[in-house]
């Protein structure tokens, strides 16, 4: 059974830094494209970040670029999401999300404050 569990999201201040993590159960992160949604109030599920299985670079919406990184831990099966220089636009549910499949975690709420 596929899961996607979500974690490390939280209140931080402008200008912090915060990492989520995606655990996946059921399959291996090794062989699948991942990627990083988020849905700010209001507004329509974005794409944030993705990365797949090849040595192919990891891709990310031009807001977030160089303040983002996805990375994929495949000894414990978890992808991150390393988020850095915070601002409170980037405040929204942030989604893990395998893309062969669409299956997607239950989200973590990312809040920053001004």
């Known amino acids: 059974q596929v899961q996607l569990v979500e974690s490390g999201g939280g209140l931080v201040q402008h200008g912090g830094s915060l990492r989520l993590s995606c655990r996946a159960s059921?399959?291996?992160?090794?062989?699948?494209?991942m990627s990083w949604y988020r849905r700010a109030p209001g507004k329509e599920r974005e794409l944030v970040a993705s990365i797949t299985t090849t040595t192919a670079s990891p891709t990310y919406t031009d807001s977030v670029k160089g303040r983002f990184t996805i990375s994929r831990d495949q000894a414990n099966n978890v992808v991150h999401l390393q988020m850095t220089s915070l601002k409170p636009e980037d405040s929204g549910v942030y989604y893990c999300f395998r893309q062969r499949g669409a299956f997607w975690g239950q989200g973590t709420q990312v809040t920053v404050s001004s």
């Open positions: 059921g399959f291996s992160i090794r062989s699948y494209g």
